[in-house]
C-alpha cells in the first residue's frame, strides 16, 4: 500500500467506520492449520506416524515443496514439488533443498523412536544438478525394524520448535551451555558452526557487522521488486485464506486483514522504496536486529546437492538442540541468497564468517535469543503431501 492511501485511510475518517469489521478480524490463526502441530497420535500406519513428524521441519517460505510416495512397502520416496519452488530469490534452489534435509531429519528422529533404522540413500536416480531440481527423487527411505537403534532426545523437541521472528531480550545473553548445545547437535553432519554472542569479550564489533549485513540485505530484499512479488505470492492475510492454503507466510495483523477485504491491499505489485509498506518493516526489522543477542552459521565445504541435504539435516539438529535450551531463533537468509542485488551482502557475510567462494559455502545464518513463545506456522498435514497411488 502507498504512503498517500495510508494517511488518507487512517486520516479520513474510516477507521472509525469500519471499527465493527475489524473487531471481526482474529489474529490467531486458525485451528485446521495448526491441527498437525498436535502430532500423528495413535496413527496406526508407521510411515505415516513418522511423516507426522516429519512435516512439521522449517521450510523456507513454509513452501512444504515435500511429495512423498508410499507405493512401495516399508519404503519412503522423497521429491520436490516443482510447483513450489522460489525462482527468484532462490534461483539455484539450495534453499529448497535444505528444506528437503530439515524433513528426512526430523523424519529420521522419529523412526528412532519406533525402533526403525531409517536406511537413507539421496539421489537414488542421480543428483540434481546445480542450476535446479528435476522429477528424479531427492531420497529413498528403508525402514528396517532394529533393536539396536537408539532413540535420538532431540526427538521430544520437534512438537515444540517453531521459528521466532520476534524482538529477542538483548539484555538475556545466550549462555555457553546453549551455544555448546548446539553445536554438539550438529557433530552428525559435516559441517562447521560458528557463533558469537554479547556475552563474549570483544564481540562488539563482530555483532555489529552481523547487524549491518542483516539490516542491508533485508533492504534489498524489499526494495527488489520481483524478489516481493514471490513472497507475495505465498502470503497468507486473514484466516480464511490460511486455512485454506495452510502454507507460505501468514498475516493475521486486524488492520492488514481488514484492509485486504476492502481492496487496500494490493499483492499484484510491489510498494516503491519509499511506500510505508517498505519503510515500516525496514523499521520493524532493524528493531528486531538490534534486539539480538547472539547469531550463528553452518558452514560447508563445497556445495553439492547432498551438501545441500545435509546441512538442512544438521540445521533441524541445531533448532531442535536449542528449542531445548529455551533458545529462540530465526534464519537470516536474505544475504545468503543467490540473486544478483545481494551480490554485496553475499560478499560482506563470506568475509566475515571467513568462508571463501567456491571452497566454502555459509548454508544457514541466523539470529539467537530469548523471546516469548510464538504460535507454529501452519501445516497442510500428511495427506497433501502423498502422491496418488
Not at 472509525?16 to 486458525?30: E, H, I, K, R
Not at 527423487?137 to 537408539?150: F, G, K, Q
Not at 551451555?177 to 564489533?205: C, E, K, N
Not at 522504496?273 to 550463528?296: E, M, R, V
Request: hydrophobic share 40%.
Amino acid at each position: 500500500m502507498h504512503r498517500r492511501a495510508f494517511v488518507r485511510l487512517v486520516g479520513g475518517g474510516v477507521v472509525a467506520a469500519a471499527a465493527a469489521p475489524l473487531a471481526g478480524c482474529d489474529s490467531g490463526l486458525p485451528p485446521e492449520a495448526l491441527a498437525p502441530w498436535q502430532g500423528p497420535g495413535q496413527e496406526p500406519d508407521l510411515r505415516r506416524w513418522i511423516l507426522g513428524h516429519a512435516i512439521l521441519a522449517p521450510h523456507s517460505h513454509n513452501l512444504q515443496s515435500w511429495l512423498v510416495d508410499l507405493r512401495t512397502p516399508d519404503e519412503i520416496l522423497l521429491r520436490c514439488d516443482p510447483t513450489r519452488l522460489l525462482p527468484e530469490t532462490d534461483p539455484f534452489s539450495r534453499q529448497i533443498m535444505m528444506s528437503h534435509g530439515t524433513f528426512i531429519e526430523l523424519l529420521d528422529l522419529a523412526a528412532r523412536e519406533r525402533g526403525q533404522r531409517a536406511e537413507i540413500t539421496l539421489f537414488p536416480e542421480g543428483e540434481f544438478g546445480p542450476e535446479k531440481v528435476d522429477e528424479r527423487p531427492v531420497a529413498r527411505i528403508r525402514l528396517v525394524e532394529d533393536s539396536n537403534v537408539s532413540r535420538d532426545p532431540l526427538f521430544a523437541q520437534i512438537l515444540k520448535r517453531h521459528t521466532n521472528r520476534n524482538v529477542y531480550d538483548l539484555e538475556r545473553p545466550v549462555p555457553a551451555a546453549a551455544w555448546q548445545a548446539m553445536a554438539d547437535a550438529v557433530q552428525p553432519h559435516p559441517l562447521r558452526l560458528g557463533f558469537v554472542g554479547t556475552d563474549q569479550p570483544d564481540s562488539a564489533d563482530e555483532i555489529r557487522a552481523h547487524r549491518e549485513i542483516a539490516n542491508a540485505a533485508w533492504r534489498i530484499e524489499l526494495t527488489t521488486p520481483r524478489a516481493m512479488l514471490e513472497s507475495y505470492k505465498v502470503l497468507r492475510v486473514g484466516q480464511a485464506e490460511i486455512a485454506q492454503h495452510r502454507d507460505g507466510l501468514s498475516l493475521t495483523d486486524p488492520m492488514v486483514v481488514w484492509m485486504a477485504r476492502l481492496g487496500l491491499f494490493d499483492r499484484s505489485q510491489a510498494p516503491g522504496p519509499d511506500d510505508f509498506a517498505t519503510t515500516s518493516q525496514i523499521k520493524d526489522f532493524g528493531t528486531k536486529i538490534a534486539s539480538t543477542p547472539g547469531f550463528l552459521w553452518l558452514v560447508s565445504r563445497g556445495n553439492d546437492r547432498v551438501t545441500q541435504v545435509n546441512a538442512g539435516r544438521a540445521y533441524a539438529r541445531v533448532q531442535l538442540a536449542g528449542t531445548a535450551q529455551g533458545v529462540a531463533m530465526h534464519p537470516l537468509q536474505q544475504a545468503l541468497q543467490e540473486y544478483p542485488e545481494q551480490a554485496r551482502p553475499y560478499a560482506a557475510i563470506r568475509q566475515l564468517l571467513e568462508a571463501p567462494a567456491p571452497a566454502q559455502t555459509i548454508q544457514m545464518w541466523a539470529r539467537v535469543g530469548f523471546a516469548p513463545p510464538v504460535q507454529p506456522a501452519p501445516r497442510r498435514g500428511v495427506a497433501a503431501h502423498l502422491v496418488a497411488s
